[in-house]
């Protein structure tokens, strides 16, 4: 179960100063950075599912009135807000299994030096 902490993904979509604190820890706390990397991707995985979900609608809204450049903006910026928020806490289990498989390559896991390691600095 991943916990929330400040470096872990911003709360409003538009803040981009998380995404910096999480460049600086990954420098520092390589599991801890996994953990909030595997959480961004989760992240960007949902918005791109709904993203693809309503563009499949946009064949039902050609005439329709609310179907504005102006309504499509706020439910973009709604569907941006909705997969960080879907994705606090235990989110859909995505990072979860992303954290498990690559766990084994970071240094502090590694038993021996042959084994490969991944790299997850930003």
Request: glycine share 4%; net charge neutral; charged share 25%.
């Given at each position: 179960m991943r916990t929330i902490n400040p470096l872990q993904q911003a709360q409003i979509y538009t803040d981009f100063s998380g995404l910096?604190?999480?460049?600086?820890?990954?420098?520092?706390?390589?599991?801890?950075?996994?953990?909030?990397?595997?959480?961004?991707?989760?992240?960007?995985?949902?918005?791109?599912?709904?993203?693809?979900?309503?563009?499949?609608?946009?064949?039902?809204?050609?005439?329709?009135?609310?179907?504005?450049?102006?309504?499509?903006?706020?439910?973009?910026?709604?569907?941006?807000?909705?997969?960080?928020?879907l994705t606090q806490g235990k989110g859909i289990g995505l990072a979860e299994s992303i954290v498990k498989q690559l766990s084994a390559y970071l240094p502090e896991n590694q038993k021996s030096s042959a084994s490969p390691t991944v790299d997850i600095s930003l």
């Open positions: 910096d604190k999480l460049r600086g820890e990954a420098k520092t706390n390589s599991s801890e950075a996994l953990r909030q990397v595997a959480g961004q991707f989760e992240s960007i995985f949902v918005g791109i599912a709904l993203k693809s979900m309503r563009s499949a609608n946009e064949v039902f809204a050609k005439d329709n009135p609310f179907n504005s450049q102006e309504s499509r903006l706020y439910r973009d910026m709604l569907d941006n807000q909705l997969s960080l928020t």
